[in-house]
């Protein structure tokens, strides 16, 4: 059986003969000795540990979005940018500029932000428009543009709560389906009794644990440091034999990725057949409910869930006080009837 070729290395044939060239995404190709030989192993060594050019540097034009999204890789601000929100900005920008990346900047106009906007659904064109607001403003910034185009730029209101809220009954026909003692189960503990995001998730382990009452977490996302009281369910499922450091693992004992975690419970789910819109981060919206329902305010609420601004927790908390007013409400009607 012939050896397989190594990462980057590509095959083509010309006059009866095979040649090897190494490319790393988005380089020019590099000629390789014959493969197999001595000479080839170690220019492959040399190219493998080469840096590889920046996305985009070979291809920009000065003054267009293609050089805006370089400059704006290399910023502080975008360094600092969590790693999930860094991703969630590349896959955004990237694909804006792979259809307008010669666009000048300086010829951008307003009209063309909102023809765009018009195109997408409306979460997606929140999502798109945050990312080139960002970029926008370092444009302006760094003096590659004179103005920005997205200011001024008003997004239609979204008509909807977003990411569903597991409700009660979800919540225990996934317990009825997964016991005690299961991965899947420790997995809607963790996220309910904590609040926490799925990139915090797959971090917590017995060494956050102080002193047997509470987990400490640092919020991939914010930075933030939280010190989240043991609720007596997740002591009593976390008991039950789960001997990994971390908590939740793949086979080979190495922490989850998000994304894996997020697809491997979305299965956990399917087979407890519960609907498409019960996610993981669903149960983080169920714990912000559940808080709110037992009368904690929305800064009590946001000291577990880590919530940076009060908006999104309010509207757990007028819920739940809409529902306990016409509780009493209806109470004393039937007590005076």
Known sequence: MSRPLPRYVYPTQAKGRRYYYFRHPGSKNIRMPDFGTPAFEVQYLKALHSEPPEIGAGRTLPGALNEAVVSYYKSLAFRELAPSSQAMRRSYLERFREKHG???LATMPQTFIVQMLDTMEPFSARNWFKCVRALMQHAVATGLCKTDPTQGVKLPKIKSDGIH???????????????????ARLALALALYTGQRRGDLVRMGRQHIRNG?????RQEKTRTVLEIPLHAELVRIISAGFAEMTFLTIKTGKPYAPNDLSDEFRGWCDAARLPAECSLHGLRKAAARRLAEAGCSAHEIAAITGHKTLKEVERYTKSAEQARLARQAMARQENKA
Do not use: C, D, F, L
Request: glycine letters at 4%; proline letters at 0%; aromatic letters at 8%.
């Open 165 to 183: 809220a597991w409700s009660e009954a979800e919540i225990a026909q996934y317990e009825a389906h997964h016991a005690v003692g299961t991965k």
């Open 102 to 104: 010669n666009h000048r």
């Open 213 to 217: 009452v509470a987990i400490e977490v």
